[in-house]
């Protein structure tokens, strides 16, 4: 499955997975508005066997197929006493 990466402008660290190259209109309004400007970072080919840093390829893939998009938002930083 072919999948398009963008990075949100407005907010660091949050990454948007797309199904088709440039196809915002996949995303609610709500969502284009908050993550304001999306610059293309990455073309990337996904099957289950493939690998990603901080994201469920199976779970990526479920959501490009239902609804064209799917949010990586950054990691939740561990508390100090850990």
Do not use: W
């Amino acid at each position: 499955m072919q999948c398009f990466v963008y990075k949100s402008l407005r907010k660091a660290d949050t990454y948007v997975f797309l199904r088709a190259q440039d196809a915002f209109e996949l995303m609610p309004d709500a969502l284009r508005t908050q993550f304001g400007e999306l610059v293309f970072v990455i073309e990337i080919e996904l099957s289950p066997t493939r690998k990603l840093a901080r994201e469920n390829v199976e779970v990526v893939m479920a959501n490009l197929v239902a609804q064209g998009y799917h949010l990586q938002f950054p990691p939740v930083p561990e508390s100090a006493g850990n």
